[in-house]
């Protein structure tokens, strides 16, 4: 009377790991593609018009799949010392109590910019990041730079390039 049940059990169970695996296998194939050399951008207009869609720029993690949305960076490519905006549309769970964005530098180390806290499950979060945050000079900024959006808990969400003139 058992045996049906326990072989039932073991088959969930089995099944269920193998969903949780090949999940782990997405987010981790996803954040090694966020870590590569950026090789393109997606041009914008200054009111957030995709102008040129770069398809590997702002697609959104398998953990926050249905669950969030980012508009691409605007304007892009943009000058030093302007501003850029950043909106990301959280849509429910799993996000923390906060968001963060940072960029790569030339050593492909994470360096911090923003970070903003949820009020709620359901938030649009917009960062307005002025271009010498990533650099004090143009020489130091310039070019076309990797940027992460994390959670709180720095699950990567989404990222994107964005070429500073």
């Given at each position: 009377m ?42 914008t ?19 926050y799949?249905?669950l ?38 030339q050593?492909?180390?994470?360096i911090?910019?923003?970070?903003q ?13 002025n ?30 390039d964005?070429?500073?003139?």
């Amino acid at each position: 009377m058992h045996k049906p049940f326990v072989k039932l059990l073991i088959l969930v169970t089995l099944f269920g790991t193998g969903f949780s695996c090949t999940n782990d296998d997405a987010q981790s194939k996803f954040e090694a593609q966020a870590y590569s050399e950026p090789a393109n951008y997606t041009e914008t207009s200054f009111q957030g018009d995709i102008v040129r869609n770069d398809t590997d720029d702002w697609r959104i993690s398998p953990l926050y799949l249905g669950l969030a949305s980012v508009q691409p960076i605007f304007p892009n490519p943009v000058q030093f010392g302007t501003n850029v905006t950043l909106e990301i549309d959280i849509k429910g769970a799993p996000a923390s109590s906060s968001i963060e964005v940072g960029y790569l530098n030339q050593s492909n180390q994470w360096i911090f910019l923003q970070q903003q806290d949820l009020q709620n499950d359901f938030e649009l979060i917009t960062f307005l990041i002025n271009t010498r945050q990533f650099g004090s000079s143009l020489s130091q900024a310039q070019g076309l730079k990797r940027m992460l959006v994390f959670d709180g808990n720095q699950r990567l969400i989404s990222y994107g390039d964005i070429l500073i003139q």
